[in-house]
């Protein structure tokens, strides 16, 4: 059987069908083999979206990916598509994109932090950012991931926010420089938050107090902010200004964990003019 090219922008007759099931007919690739890769053909593919590769270098990955969600793959030949979504580090975005030769298709990048211009090639360019921390192992509610597009045309906007929309319950248009502003907000709230995480645990295993004690503590944090502001919800010595526990903790510490406390410390003062 043939298979069914879709050619850009849409055919009249596929409004009559509407953009999400001209989805189906779609030609998909999703290039990279990484944390990012795995979550969006999980998704897509919990959702019926079918997906004509999986594409990229470390075979390994690449076939466990395949295997677990029953998708063709290959390192070596590039299948050509409608669609092409690359979800590889962001120094290997403009790299990867050079691969893609066809010119009547749309290519999407899934970086927070990159413009779309960024894709080397004489395709239509487009951002798919999904705001989320992606690892293989742990999986994720798919339908509350926020998606932030950006594209060259209303048509592809359109398109890749129906796209999109099967997936999730929260998708919006954005621009790449309110999109890096999303992204620095990201690390703020999630990067930097989980290394304090990994220097807490130092400080738990370095006196073998079990770090599940705390997990209680982080729960009951991150849900606060549910209800309450961040800047409302903010307790400990620093908020209090209670200067003896301050230094007490201060001669508990030494080096990079030591240097941290402090600017933490001072930040939170500075923000309560302390």
């Not at 691969?99 to 090639?121: D, F, Q, R, W, Y």
């Amino acid at each position: 059987m043939p298979i069914l090219t879709i050619q850009f922008p849409l055919p009249s007759f596929f409004s009559v069908l509407g953009l999400k099931s001209y989805i189906c007919y779609m030609q998909i690739v999703i290039i990279g083999s990484g944390n990012v890769a795995y979550h969006m053909a999980k998704a897509f593919s919990l959702k019926g979206i079918p997906l004509a590769q999986i594409f990229g270098r470390n075979e390994n990955e690449l076939k466990k990916i395949a295997e677990e969600l029953n998708l063709p793959y290959s390192t070596e030949r590039l299948k050509d598509a409608d669609l092409y979504i690359i979800c590889v580090s962001d120094h290997s975005v403009e790299e990867v994109s050079k691969m893609i030769t066809k010119k009547n298709c749309l290519v999407a990048h899934t970086s927070g932090s990159l413009p779309k211009e960024i894709l080397s090639g004489e395709y239509r360019k487009a951002s798919f950012y999904p705001l989320q921390t992606f690892s293989k192992s742990k999986d994720l509610e798919y339908e509350k991931i926020p998606f932030f597009i950006e594209t060259e045309n209303k048509e592809d906007q359109k398109l890749l926010s129906d796209l999109a929309s099967v997936v999730s319950k929260n998708v919006m248009e954005s621009t790449h420089e309110k999109r890096k502003y999303i992204h620095l907000t990201a690390v703020f709230a999630c990067n930097f938050v989980n290394h304090l995480f990994s220097r807490a645990k130092e400080i738990s295993d370095s006196q073998e107090i079990p770090f599940d004690y705390f997990l209680p503590l982080i729960d009951e944090t991150v849900q606060k902010i549910y209800e309450i502001e961040p800047k409302m919800a903010q307790t400990g010595p620093a908020v209090r200004n209670d200067v003896r526990i301050l230094q007490l903790h201060e001669q508990l510490l030494k080096d990079e964990s030591l240097e941290i406390y402090k600017t933490m410390n001072h930040s939170i003062q500075k923000m309560y003019e302390l």
